[in-house]
């Protein structure tokens, strides 16, 4: 039973450019959220997808949007990356209605 | 605003020693708690939950408190072994919310 798979596991880009990180929830579950990790840092609450729509937001500009595929797959697009965007982007699965939470590896973020 | 914290940033055990790592919460209306750990480079490893209805929950050698008079969070980990070391997060979930906060997290480390 795969668990949740993000793409890429890391990434290199310059300020001002534009990324897109992926995820695959784990087997059964419909729900997506991304979290942004600085080092040193908690998780910090991006967005949560459910249905293809954004159901809640984080503290995080528009620059961060999102998009959730009919698979339940979802992707995470920063736009004028900033230095201070270099980070830990993880992404949680679950099932809505329920609780327990299942964490990716991440894609770790520079931004030179 | 409303935050999740940890006590201490860094925990040194003997092992075979009992951990205990503390975790004070704000939110009123959280109504989740959940203990992860992350070893570097990995995502946030789900290891017990409990919810607002419950003062204790135990799992294999891990065990939850939850004192909501304070509202305080603790984590014991019995006779601790080398594969404990990570840094260990709390992370609760209000009413309403969708996403999760975690607080800054505390740094385990088993000495020999």
């Known amino acids: 039973d795969a668990g949740v798979t993000q793409s890429p596991t890391h990434l290199i880009k310059t300020r001002g450019q534009q990324v897109t990180l992926r995820c695959s929830p784990k087997?059964?579950?419909?729900?997506v959220s991304w979290y942004q990790q600085a080092l040193g840092q908690g998780p910090q609450f991006i967005f949560q997808?459910?249905?293809?729509?954004?159901?809640q937001r984080g503290n995080f500009p528009d620059r961060f949007s999102g998009h959730q595929f009919p698979n339940y797959s979802s992707e995470l697009n920063v736009n004028a990356l900033l230095l201070g965007d270099s980070a830990l982007y993880l992404c949680?699965?679950?099932?809505?209605?329920?609780?327990?939470?299942?964490f990716g590896s991440g894609t770790r973020l520079t931004v030179v | 605003g409303e935050s999740v914290g940890l006590h201490l940033p860094t925990l040194s055990v003997q092992e075979g020693d009992n951990s205990i790592i503390n975790c004070a919460y704000s939110n009123s209306a959280s109504d989740y708690f959940i203990w992860y750990k992350q070893e570097s480079g990995k995502g946030p490893q789900f290891i017990i939950d409990?919810?607002?209805?419950?003062d204790k929950r135990q799992g294999q050698r891990v065990t939850v408190l939850l004192n909501k008079t304070v509202k305080h969070l603790s984590l014991q980990i019995a006779a601790t072994q080398p594969g404990d070391s990570a840094v260990y997060f709390c992370a609760e979930k209000g009413g309403g919310a969708d996403g999760l906060t975690f607080g800054k997290g505390t740094h385990l480390i088993i000495q020999p």
């Open positions: 087997s059964g579950h419909d729900t």
């Open positions: 409990i919810r607002s209805n419950m």
């Open positions: 997808y459910y249905e293809e729509e954004e159901r």
């Open positions: 949680a699965s679950s099932s809505v209605g329920l609780y327990g939470y299942t």
